[in-house]
């Protein structure tokens, strides 16, 4: 879900319906540097997830699954963002 959204912020961003919020990825928004950061996040979080999993299995499934509706969310945002701009002709 993570990937996806960079797919789509990228999408979004050279078809110019939408600009990216986050200050940090500002700089790289648009670009094949903001997939490499969300696929270097990913695998991040994966091994944070992993640790915890080897403590905690339930913490780490719940943590996964509110991260999980979290970007579900995001996701289905930039697909109505996306949509729409198309539906208007961008």
Not at 23 to 36: Q, S, Y
Not at 63 to 81: D, E, Q, T
């Amino acid at each position: 879900m993570v990937i996806a959204d960079g797919v789509l912020t990228n999408l979004l961003i050279q078809k110019d319906i939408a600009s990216e919020a986050n200050p940090f990825l500002v700089n790289i928004a648009g670009n094949a540097g903001l997939i490499i950061f969300k696929i270097v996040g990913v695998l991040l979080a994966v091994l944070i997830l992993w640790d915890i999993y080897r403590r905690s299995p339930k913490l780490a499934f719940w943590v996964s699954a509110v991260f999980l509706v979290a970007y579900s969310g995001i996701v289905a945002w930039n697909l109505h963002l996306l949509l729409v701009g198309i539906a208007q002709g961008a």
